[in-house]
C-alpha cells in the first residue's frame, strides 16, 4: 500500500492433495506496472514454496491476455495445459482459451 492506496495484491491457494500453490489472482495497478512490483510478488510465493516444500506453483490466465502470458514466461512459468471450453462453449471460436501455466519447484524433496 502507499498512502492508504492498494496498489496491488496476490491471492495464493494451497492445494493440499496436489502440494501445489495456486495463484488466484494477481493484480498490480495500471500506473505502477513495469517496476519491478509483480515480479516481487511472484519472488515472494516461488519463496513460501521452497519453504514449504510444495512441489509447484499453478496459475491460469487468458489466451487474449498476451501481456499476462509474457509476463508469466519471464517469470519462469511453462505453459502445461489449457481448456477449450472453460469459459464459453466456443471459446475457439472468441479466441479466448484458459491456459495453465507452472513453476515447477527444483527444490522439491
Known amino acids: 500500500m502507499k498512502e492508504n492506496e492498494l496498489i496491488a495484491a496476490i491471492e495464493i491457494c494451497p492445494e493440499t492433495w496436489s502440494n501445489r500453490l495456486m495463484i488466484t489472482e ?3 495497478e495500471s500506473h505502477y506496472r513495469k517496476q519491478g512490483i509483480g515480479t516481487a510478488l ?4 516461488k519463496k513460501q514454496a521452497i519453504k514449504k516444500n510444495y512441489r509447484a506453483i ?3 490466465t487468458q489466451s487474449c491476455n498476451t501481456t499476462a502470458i509474457e509476463f508469466y514466461l519471464k517469470q519462469e512459468f511453462v505453459l502445461f495445459g489449457f481448456d477449450r471450453c472453460c469459459y464459453h462453449n466456443d471459446d475457439m471460436n472468441r479466441k479466448e ?4 501455466f507452472g513453476w515447477f519447484n527444483s527444490h522439491f524433496k
Open 58 to 60: 499453478i496459475l491460469e
Open 42 to 45: 511472484i519472488n515472494f510465493v
Open 97 to 100: 482459451v484458459r491456459l495453465n
Open 26 to 28: 494477481l493484480w498490480v
